[in-house]
């Protein structure tokens, strides 16, 4: 459904065009929505258990998308792996099923991301400022 809901079909897609799951599990949704494209697009996944990464990638080679890129072992809040230079990649379509179950969705996300002036080189698992939470009023605890 979610693969008919974004309008991929509809779209004008080529090669050049990134679909990106920030959640992908085993790599079905992407694998739905790749199919739904009727052309070839490019993949992007990634997922925080190593183990269920490794499942997607190998289920996105056996239905015929060995180019799809999936990153393992960090959580896509605390530690966004698709990046151009310092800030975070675009494009031009997400999809997710997030994992509302996982009551640890924060665990290793700092919400004020980094010290202005700080650098951090590509390959740290410290957070990098990308402004994703500015102005959103984000808290580390619930509020009433």
Same mark, same amino acid.
């Given at each position: ?17 990134? +679909? ?12 739905? !929505? =790749? #199919?739904?494209?009727?052309?070839? !697009? ?6 925080? #258990?190593?183990?269920? /990464? ?6 996105? &080679? ?5 180019? /799809? !890129? &999936? ?15 310092? =800030? ?6 997400? +999809? ?5 179950? #996982?009551? $640890? ?20 698992? #410290?957070? +990098?400022?990308?402004? $994703?939470?500015?102005?959103?009023? +984000? ?6």
């Amino acid at each position: 459904m979610i693969a008919q809901i974004i309008g991929i079909r509809a779209a004008n897609t080529t090669s050049q065009t990134t +679909v990106y799951d920030p959640t992908c599990g085993s790599g079905s949704l992407l694998i739905k !929505v =790749a #199919d739904e494209a009727g052309k070839k !697009v490019t993949l992007y996944g990634q997922e925080k #258990d190593g183990s269920t /990464a490794g499942l997607a990638q190998m289920n996105l &080679i056996l239905h015929n998308y060995a180019s /799809a !890129v &999936i990153h393992p072992g960090q959580s896509t809040l605390a530690a966004p792996s698709f990046r151009d230079g310092e =800030a975070i990649k675009t494009f031009d379509f997400g +999809v997710a099923n997030p994992p509302f179950s #996982d009551k $640890r969705w924060s665990q290793g996300m700092d919400t004020n991301e980094l010290k202005p002036g700080l650098l951090i080189k590509e390959e740290s698992t #410290d957070t +990098v400022n990308f402004h $994703r939470f500015d102005g959103l009023g +984000v808290s580390n605890g619930f509020q009433n």
